[in-house]
């Protein structure tokens, strides 16, 4: 989905491409047809955040029109740089992966659905697991949520995921992952301690929205920037003890898993070794403290 806030007379729009050959003429190009929109009285690009800022009149027609205009230009862009330029690095693919178009604003509105998804597949799952439970459905075996636990719970696993898809739309991706899983092994006890965080999480990106609202204005006036953050500017997390005990946990965890596979020959106590060995608890603690916070 498409990153974008609409409030306060405007639209903040994210723009795909602008990383590689062509981000350039892609950004006047699209300035330029937003500006001839009817009911555009001005815009202006972020190119540190991606997003287009649209003034907009009251009359002006749906931002959904503007987005699928935008859309389309991309595409033509997308296609003119693939046929233009040679080798691998002028791909559509390529110049998506760019480090501007992962970019996630609290107004956003795919933030606050991702998260309410979340919710809802967490406490669906919570009561696929009970009602498992109670009518003693049969349970398959326990591999099925010991992989995405491991990649929910280790940092190092979840970065890998982030950089291809961004910070948010891994969290999603994850927790309807894990909650699928959870519900299939019957795990209430899990599903509920992850209800309960995507409850802060949630309440988090309502927090976040109001303040949005709030301050936009003076983000709108300061909104012109026409130059993106290299590489050097990215944020580098910096691995402490949480990071080294998840590493070694993992480890171990993996490790255990493989001797008892190897051992018994059987799936269901490698799953357990591996689950065991899952830092659930420091995942969980960081991120209700973060969101609360927040």
Not at 227 to 239: E, I, N, P, Y
Request: hydrophobic letters at 50%; glycine letters at 12%; proline letters at 5%.
């Amino acid at each position: 989905m498409r990153r974008s806030w609409v409030g306060n007379g405007r639209a903040w729009i994210e723009l795909r491409g602008l990383d590689g050959p062509g981000g350039d003429d892609l950004a006047s190009g699209v300035l330029a047809a937003v500006r001839r929109a009817p009911g555009v009285r001005g815009a202006v690009l972020n190119r540190a955040v991606s997003r287009l800022v649209v003034e907009l009149d009251s009359d002006a027609a749906p931002v959904s029109e503007l987005v699928a205009g935008i859309e389309h230009l991309e595409r033509q862009f997308a296609a003119r740089e693939t046929e233009g330029v040679a080798g691998p690095a002028g791909s559509p693919a390529d110049r998506r992966q760019g480090v501007n178009s992962l970019v996630d604003l609290p107004g956003d509105g795919v933030v606050m659905a991702g998260r309410a998804l979340a919710l809802g597949a967490d406490g669906l799952g919570l009561a696929f697991a009970l009602a498992g439970r109670v009518l003693r459905w049969p349970r398959p075996t326990r591999a099925v949520a010991a992989p995405v636990a491991l990649i929910d719970a280790q940092p190092r696993a979840r970065r890998a995921l982030e950089r291809r898809l961004g910070v948010d739309a891994t969290d999603v991706v994850v927790a309807l992952a894990n909650a699928a899983a959870q519900a299939l092994a019957q795990s209430p006890g899990s599903l509920a301690v992850d209800l309960l965080v995507r409850g802060l999480s949630l309440a988090e990106a309502l927090a976040g929205r109001r303040a949005w609202r709030r301050h936009e204005p003076e983000l709108f006036r300061q909104a012109l920037c026409a130059q993106a953050f290299g590489g050097s500017r990215q944020h580098r997390v910096v691995a402490g003890p949480g990071e080294r005990y998840s590493d070694a946990a993992a480890a171990a965890g993996l490790l255990g898993a493989a001797t008892l596979g190897l051992v018994t020959g059987r799936a269901e106590p490698a799953a357990d070794a591996l689950l065991v060995a899952v830092p659930r608890a420091l995942r969980t603690a960081r991120e209700s403290f973060a969101a609360t916070l927040a």
